[in-house]
């Protein structure tokens, strides 16, 4: 009878074949060894020039604001939180599982760095979120902003609007509250209400706002009367438990395209059920699932010509082991992947 084998590894590492402090370039490192600091690793391109030079197709815009908060603040270090949302390979070996796509193979995406936003100056603070995501727009990419609070979508969705005049833009929110008001403690810009602003000045039509996710007990019954004038489309918690995610979102996308040709979507991170998303401003309870929130956001950027998209409301003061941060930056490589995917075909 023989004695059984040893256990042992006889070789535990595979050695570089050159010297082993160039062994990994600076995209194959761990973000806590790298100061670099983009989203996902990507190079930075942060004027019209750079992103010209690299044939950016999208690019990553931070809008690092949280003066239009109305509770708890914090969303102003949302960008970077997404930004260095744990993520541990390079960003040429990415692949998507769900689409099946090398999605930075397919898709040239540069992180254009942040608006030069100050703090208390709000009003100075959207307009120049508005020149950076329109300067990235002309560029040719389509600007993929991190808020932020809310409010940033105005001045956003707008230099969008702007960018692509005159064709018509629709907009997607998800979000649990509507952010129709027409005030906040007084103050009429506030992430409370951009898409009242974006209305009133006449960037988007009512009847081409579609809201899914809405909950809760704001705003109030005047305001979704007044919506309702307004033309808007919205699908409540209530519909999507009784319905399902599934058919709400398929019904979302078609009143998208129910007269506009291209579309901006904005995603307030707090339509995701705080137990999977808690580090935001204004926690809903009830919401949709974060697995639903990422099938979604594949859904609608498969279909739509996307011109513009936010994530907004990502607040680390109260997030918990990162979860909402990395949340955030799965609906931005979902939207990047599904672009991929068209730009493949």
Known sequence: MTDAPDFRIEQS???AEGDEFDEFGWQDLPYHTDWRGSFHK???????????RAGAQAAIVGAPLDDGTSARAGARF???????APYHWGTTEAWSIQLEVEPFRELVVVDAGDAPVVPSRLERAHRVIHEKVL????AGAIPIVLGGDHSITYPSAAAVARHVHPRRVGI???DAHADTGNEVWGSLLSHGTPMRRLLEEGWVSGRNFVQIGLRGHWPERETFEWMREQGFRWHTMVEIEERGAEAVIADAIDEALDGPDCVYLSVDIDVVDPGMAPGTGTPEPGGILAREMLRAVRQIVGRVDLV????????PPYDQSEITAMLAHRVVLEAIGALALKARS
């Open 13 to 15: 590492e595979l050695q």
């Open 135 to 138: 300067r990235v727009a002309r």
């Open 78 to 84: 949302g960008p970077r939180a997404i930004r260095e």
């Open 172 to 174: 997607v929110h998800f």
């Open 308 to 315: 513009g998209m936010d994530v907004v409301e990502v607040s």
């Open 42 to 52: 990507l190079p930075w391109a942060t004027d019209e020039d750079a992103i010209r």
